[in-house]
């Protein structure tokens, strides 16, 4: 009697131990990362700064020399010989006397808002610091600056994207490409959930959805998850592996090679179009540098912001085969309604100018390195009852479209 009692006893303390331990150790498996993770990837993300400069919304903006940038951690970067400039800009209506010109002509043009508290000095670049909350947002420390990988299985032609997906965009495709341009207006899209988004963008690509795309992406985006709030920002985007294990937004990995001192990826637009007030658009020229095989970017039509490496890609290498210039959304809405997550202005194309969001003088890079304008753009949307694409030729915007929506509306329940 006294024995099995004891034992009882003994028993049920060890199971209460043993409680206590798996609940430990279940504790211990839910959190997400551990804190040391996160701090080894801060390390690795943020470089010492020459100079930082505190923006308006809460980022800070770190200045680091441009040898140390994240581009170098790649190991088929660690001999790179950085390139100051393309061999060749594409031939078109452009002067290269207007890419870095003097600052006191850049003054009165759509930039950031840092700009606002500081520039940075020569032979830095500016960077977005990583905070830990940033990390913590992500839904691992790997995935952080990354895209979701989800089998994008070729939406642009056939029904609707599964995972929420929708685009409303103009494409090129069937052709070899070596770049393209375009002049977009920014606004900022209400996005309904934090987890939701809303981008306007030029992709780039070559290769099959789902399996080995390869795109080079740049636009403006709202993108909560990834920046912690609702601004519109900058970005820029690679993957050579259809979003699997390779690329990242802006610097959050190495690859891309920034060399300007004053366009930092991930920073908030400033000022933005504001419905039947000024607009305020943003320029995005891509091009593949003909002789050493690298994709450049120049934004805002003057500031060479830096190339993408030609290695880091299969298909990219060559040239790309399909263009995409437009806007897409995710809608996590569930019970069968339709997100209010606003695309572009959030307005129909219909009501035009000074309320409708646009892509302008849309052009392609062709095999002789001369932008023209596309043939036989096509559309695209999966809901056109949500989010709508206008296209549309004239003078002086040469081939536009304008795009976007409310989202849920009486026709889009
Ligand atoms: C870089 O240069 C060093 C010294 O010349 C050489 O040993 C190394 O293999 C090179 N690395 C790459 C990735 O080319
Ligand atoms: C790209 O397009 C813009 C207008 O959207 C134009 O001003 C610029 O000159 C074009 N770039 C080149 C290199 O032709
Ligand atoms: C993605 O979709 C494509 C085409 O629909 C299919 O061939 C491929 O196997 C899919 N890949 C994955 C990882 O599911």
């Not at 795309?213 to 636009?219: K, R, V």
């Amino acid at each position: 009697m006294v024995l099995s009692l004891t034992m009882g006893e003994h028993v049920s303390r060890w199971r209460r131990l043993m409680i206590v331990f798996l609940a430990l150790m279940i504790g211990l498996s839910c959190a997400k990362e551990f804190p040391k993770d996160v701090r080894k990837h801060l390390k690795r993300l943020n470089k010492p700064a020459v100079k930082s400069i505190k923006s308006k919304d809460g980022d800070v903006i770190d200045c680091v020399h441009i040898s140390q940038q994240p581009a170098f951690d790649h190991p088929y970067l660690k001999n790179h010989t950085i390139q100051l400039r393309p061999t060749f800009y594409p031939l078109g209506l452009f002067v290269e006397s207007k890419v870095a010109s003097s600052p006191s002509e850049k003054s009165n043009s759509i930039s950031q808002l840092w700009h606002l508290n500081g520039r940075c000095p020569e032979n830095t670049i500016p960077i977005r610091r990583t905070m830990e909350d940033d990390i913590l947002r992500a839904s691992s420390v790997k995935r952080y600056g990354r895209k979701k990988h989800r089998n994008i299985s070729q939406p642009r032609s056939v029904g609707p994207d599964q995972n929420g997906h929708e685009h409303a965009i103009a494409y090129v495709k069937g052709d070899k490409y070596y770049g393209a341009n375009t002049t977009m207006n920014v606004w900022q899209p209400k996005v309904q959930q934090r987890n939701e988004f809303s981008v306007s963008q030029i992709w780039i690509m070559a290769g099959s959805f789902g399996v080995d795309l390869n795109s080079i992406e740049a636009g403006w985006q709202v993108l909560p998850e990834l920046y912690g709030d609702s601004n519109t920002r900058l970005f820029t985007y690679w993957t050579s592996d259809a979003y699997q294990s390779t690329g990242c937004y802006n610097l959050l990995c190495s690859g891309f090679v920034q060399i300007s001192s004053e366009i930092a990826m991930g920073a908030t637009i400033f000022p933005l179009s504001g419905y039947l007030g000024p607009q305020y658009d943003i320029n995005i020229l891509v091009w593949k540098d003909p002789e050493e095989g690298n994709w450049w970017m120049l934004f805002g039509n003057k500031y060479l912001l830096g190339y993408w490496p030609s290695f880091l890609f299969s298909y990219l290498a060559d040239s790309a085969s399909i263009i995409e210039w437009g806007g897409e959304i995710v809608n996590l809405e569930s019970g069968g309604q339709h997100t209010t997550t606003e695309m572009g202005s959030g307005h129909f194309p219909e009501e035009g100018y000074g309320k409708s969001s646009y892509f302008n003088n849309i052009q392609i890079v062709d095999g002789s390195n001369t932008l023209r304008a596309p043939k036989g753009i096509d559309t695209f949307t999966d809901h056109s009852n949500c989010y709508v694409v206008k296209t549309g030729d004239n003078g002086d915007w040469g081939n536009y479209f304008y795009y976007g929506g409310p989202g849920r509306n009486p026709e889009c329940p």
